[in-house]
């Protein structure tokens, strides 16, 4: 069985750091990628940025290029989204989701994948950046 679980969120104020953790389980990172995204009240989801480990291709949101960077660490068959020099904007629950072929051929083009090619989704972690 599929899973995702993501963890890691918080209160933090602006200009802090926070790590979030994506633990997969039932499948290997190598056959699937993994991406971040996030949704703040009243607002559509979005996505923040995706990796994949089968060629190390990485995809982030203009909103977020030079502040958050994604990792992966196959032998905890986990993936991390390092946010630093938060802002309140950043505030929303953020999810993490795994897709195969499309989302994994997006990246390759270091194109963003629409949310409907992932097809597994984890519950959300808060994240809060205020004062």
């Known amino acids: 069985e599929v899973q995702l679980q993501a963890s890691g969120g918080g209160l933090v104020q602006p200009g802090g750091s926070l790590r979030l953790s994506c633990a997969a389980s039932g499948f290997s990172l190598d056959d699937k990628a993994i991406g971040w995204f996030r949704q703040a009240p009243g607002k559509e989801r979005e996505g923040v940025s995706a990796?994949?480990?089968?060629?190390?291709?990485?995809w982030y949101a203009d909103t977020v290029k030079g502040r958050f960077t994604i990792s992966a660490d196959a032998s905890k068959n986990t993936v991390y989204l390092q946010m630093n020099s938060l802002k309140p904007e950043d505030t929303a629950v953020y999810y993490c989701?795994?897709?195969?072929?499309?989302?994994?051929?997006?990246?390759?083009?270091?194109?963003?994948?629409?949310?409907?090619?992932?097809?597994?989704w984890g519950q959300g972690t808060q994240v809060t950046v205020s004062s």
């Open positions: 989701a795994a897709g195969g072929y499309w989302v994994q051929s997006a990246l390759a083009r270091r194109t963003e994948a629409p949310a409907h090619d992932y097809h597994y």
């Open positions: 990796i994949s480990s089968s060629d190390g291709s990485r």
